[in-house]
């Protein structure tokens, strides 16, 4: 059974950082790529950023220069380091698997999804 497990989320005050964690169990975590989306209120599910299997990595425009996605194989663990962070950052945060060997932008690129962990920044 695949399980994604997102922790680190937070209350934090614009400008200030936070760390995610995507701890995956029950898949080969070297074997897929990773990626993290967000949804906020009435809004969307919206791409973050994405790692590939060997690390290349891509980002949505709002948050290149502020956040860096990496992976650690060794752990099967995923992280998401936000910095210089916004009050529109705020959403609930979900990491995701995907088997594709192309970079995957879209929700429906990815097989398995975390519950979520909610990030809130002050104003």
């Known amino acids: 059974q695949v399980q994604l497990a997102e922790s680190g989320g937070g209350l934090v005050q614009a400008g200030g950082s936070l760390r995610l964690s995507c701890a995956a169990s029950?898949?080969?975590?070297?074997?897929?790529?990773m990626g993290w989306f967000r949804q906020a209120p009435g809004k969307e599910r919206d791409f973050v950023a994405h790692?590939?299997?060997?690390?290349?990595?891509r980002y949505a425009e709002s948050v290149k220069g502020r956040f860096t996605i990496s992976r650690d194989n060794a752990k099967n663990t995923m992280f998401l380091q936000m910095n210089s962070l916004k009050p529109e950052d705020t959403a609930v945060y979900y990491c995701?698997?995907?088997?594709?060997?192309?970079?995957?932008?879209?929700?429906?690129?990815?097989?398995?999804w975390g519950q979520g962990t909610q990030v809130t920044v002050s104003s």
């Open positions: 995701a698997a995907s088997p594709r060997f192309t970079p995957a932008m879209y929700a429906s690129q990815y097989d398995y």
């Open positions: 790692i590939t299997r060997d690390s290349n990595t």
């Open positions: 029950g898949l080969t975590f070297s074997s897929y790529a």
